[in-house]
């Protein structure tokens, strides 16, 4: 099955600066990276994904880079803000909708101000 | 549009008990996935629904079942509760066709 490896398990950023999660995926059929920020106490709440036929997609100031060949993803934000702190997971699927995501084990990233 | 709901919010039962968990999808969606997360693993993967019937199914034991309704609405059992069954029960909602998944409150079980 699908084994999806984050890193880092916490980053520290200072207000203003970039952030950046890396993920690595197994399962060379996995086509759907979807990423999720989770508030303490809160639900994942999706905020921005890719499929494998894009490079790399932007929403504001987040953005996602797939490399298919080396089976990795990242997630980009820039500009930090104080409401940014969160735990961020990243997921990988194959399949059209049957098959359950496979997460990473989360980062937690802190703004500092 | 309403957005995932489950109930009950909280729960707590003893070990041994059985306990059934309820999540209402999106309106039109059609598909459920039910998702188990605890501090030690993480978020891991129970089953999917869509169109009452399970499509797929994560590692988990037989206590943990589920079933899906004619108008969507998913239930998840879980029978002869262990300590280790303690955790948040996620349910997603999607339309089936894709990927994308959104989220419910979850449902905090405690097993004493």
């Known amino acids: 099955g699908e084994n999806v490896e984050q890193h880092p398990s916490t980053l520290s950023v200072q207000e203003g600066d970039s952030a950046v999660i890396k993920c690595t995926y197994s399962?060379?059929?996995?086509?759907?990276f979807p990423w999720y920020k989770q508030e303490l106490g809160k639900r994942p709440q999706l905020i921005i994904d890719?499929?494998?036929?894009?490079g790399e997609k932007k929403d504001q100031r987040i953005a996602v880079t797939l490399n298919k060949t080396a089976k990795h993803f990242s997630l980009h934000i820039t500009e930090t803000q104080p409401e940014d702190s969160a735990v961020y997971f990243c997921?990988?699927?194959?399949?059209?909708?049957?098959?359950?995501?496979?997460f990473g084990k989360g980062t937690h990233l802190i703004i500092q101000p | 549009k309403a957005g995932v709901t489950q109930t009950p919010r909280y729960l707590i039962k003893t070990r041994g008990q059985q306990v059934t968990l309820s999540c209402s999808p999106i309106?039109?969606?059609?598909?459920v996935s039910w998702y188990q997360q605890t501090p030690g693993q993480g978020l891991q993967f129970l089953f999917e629904?869509?169109?009452?019937?399970?499509?797929n199914k994560g590692n988990f034991p037989g206590r943990f079942s589920g079933r899906q309704f004619s108008n969507s609405r998913s239930e998840m059992n879980v029978s002869t509760l262990e300590l280790g069954d303690s955790a948040l029960y996620l349910c997603?909602?999607?339309?089936?066709?894709?990927?994308?998944?959104?989220f419910g409150p979850g449902t905090r079980l405690t097993v004493l």
């Open positions: 399962d060379s059929a996995s086509n759907y």
């Open positions: 629904y869509f169109s009452e019937t399970q499509r």
């Open positions: 997921a990988a699927t194959s399949g059209g909708g049957a098959d359950g995501l496979t």
């Open positions: 890719i499929r494998s036929n894009v």
């Open positions: 309106s039109g969606h059609r598909s």
């Open positions: 997603a909602s999607s339309s089936g066709m894709d990927n994308e998944q959104f």
